[in-house]
């Protein structure tokens, strides 16, 4: 189908369930850890015990990212971290030993619960790959959880591929975490990673296998379509990026193949002319913080916030702050299923009527207000 005829159809889809509203999180980026046993060809986060910046936050770190962040009118609290570098790094068992954990995920849950002990920030986790229990105790301290499928390709687990050496990485162990979210009834974000090597089938295919998970157990809130962004100094630093046309076409492809309920978000920090998503269909920027930098894309600043609402005015679209969780698992028959008391308890003392956040920060005025 002709491009522009594709967009049009997927942003009536858009229109039709989700209005003329574009959202996006106020969040801080909480990088746990930047150690990891994966080793993807694209990736800068991770880092080698003994190199510059290498390990885990502390505690009193984690703190001052959430204080700076609830000053400035942040309600997320994204965890993002390398997968089981414990698994690997004999160092990064030493380190948790000296805070007190086994595991990596031990630690991040223990965060969580000092962030919603000590603060109004709600947490988001990117933890991986988990299994079944571990899914059920990050439900019982964050209002939604994370883990990007990127693809559905086995080939890319091949030999000087993007996901050789990430035993994380393989699609199976991505979906089967799906699965136990879905079973555990928590609210997730997963997405697909363009431009890594996939073909075009195997991206399409990716979003179905996304779709038939959300036709099992309605738990996706979020499908991201992020591009891949070559970066110095990895094994694909000479890879080509797709290009806008290519990101616009998986945009809208991903609308129209997934159900009207998912929404579907593009970071707006990793093209220069991000509000052209909003003509394929996106209804949401994700997460953007006015503290924090993007840590998995450092080179690519958060455009400010003011610009991202002047170009979305720009279109006829009306930029509204959200919460981690959507409005529609906050509904109390929803909640009962997706939310534990803690989170649910935390989500509701900033949501507004409507399920967004009761204060917009951006415009400084409360939902009643704006809707």
Same mark, same amino acid.
């Given at each position: ?52 910046? %290498? @390990? ?6 984690? *703190?001052?990212? =959430?204080? /700076? #962040?609830? $000053? ?72 939604? %959880? @994370? ?6 390709? *086995?080939?890319? =687990?091949? /030999? #000087?591929? $993007? ?209």
């Amino acid at each position: 189908m002709e491009l522009q005829r594709l967009m049009a159809d997927a942003a009536d889809a858009r229109d039709t369930t989700w209005g003329r509203k574009v959202t996006y999180s106020r969040k801080v980026f909480i990088p746990l850890t930047n150690l990891c046993r994966d080793k993807c060809g694209y990736c800068t986060f991770a880092k080698d015990p003994g190199t510059p910046g %290498a @390990g885990y936050l502390m505690p009193d770190q984690v *703190r001052e990212i =959430v204080r /700076r #962040g609830e $000053a400035l009118g942040c309600k997320e609290a994204l965890f993002s971290l390398g997968e089981k570098p414990e698994l690997l790094y004999p160092e990064a068992r030493r380190i948790l030993e000296t805070l007190g954990y086994s595991t990596t995920i031990e630690y991040v849950l223990a965060m969580c619960e000092l962030v919603l002990k000590e603060s109004s920030l709600v947490p988001h986790v990117n933890a991986g790959t988990l299994d079944a229990a571990e899914v059920r105790q990050v439900k019982a301290v964050a209002g939604s %959880a @994370g883990i990007m499928l990127e693809t559905i390709s *086995r080939r890319l =687990v091949g /030999r #000087g591929r $993007a996901h050789f050496a990430c035993p994380d990485k393989t699609p199976v162990q991505r979906l089967r975490t799906l699965k136990r979210a879905g079973e555990a009834g928590l609210p997730m974000t997963t997405g697909i990673l363009i431009g890594i090597g996939e073909t075009w089938d195997e991206r399409v295919d990716s979003l179905i296998a996304i779709a038939e998970m959300q036709a099992c157990y309605g738990h996706i809130q979020e499908v991201i379509v992020q591009n891949f962004r070559a970066k110095p100094g990895t094994l694909m630093e000479h890879a080509p990026e797709p290009d806008m046309d290519d990101m616009l076409r998986t945009i809208a492809v991903a609308r129209l193949l997934l159900q009207p309920s998912v929404s579907i978000q593009a970071p707006p920090n990793l093209n220069e002319a991000f509000e052209m998503y909003l003509d394929a269909g996106i209804n949401d920027f994700g997460g953007i913080s006015p503290v924090t930098a993007d840590h998995i894309n450092p080179e690519r600043a958060w455009p400010a916030i003011d610009e991202i609402s002047r170009r979305s005015a720009a279109l006829g679209m009306e930029l509204v702050e959200r919460l981690t969780t959507y409005p529609a698992f906050l509904n109390l028959e929803n909640a009962a299923r997706f939310l534990d008391a803690k989170p649910f308890v935390a989500l509701m003392s900033l949501a507004g009527m409507d399920g967004h956040a009761r204060y917009q920060a951006h415009s400084g005025l409360n939902a009643e207000v704006l809707a």
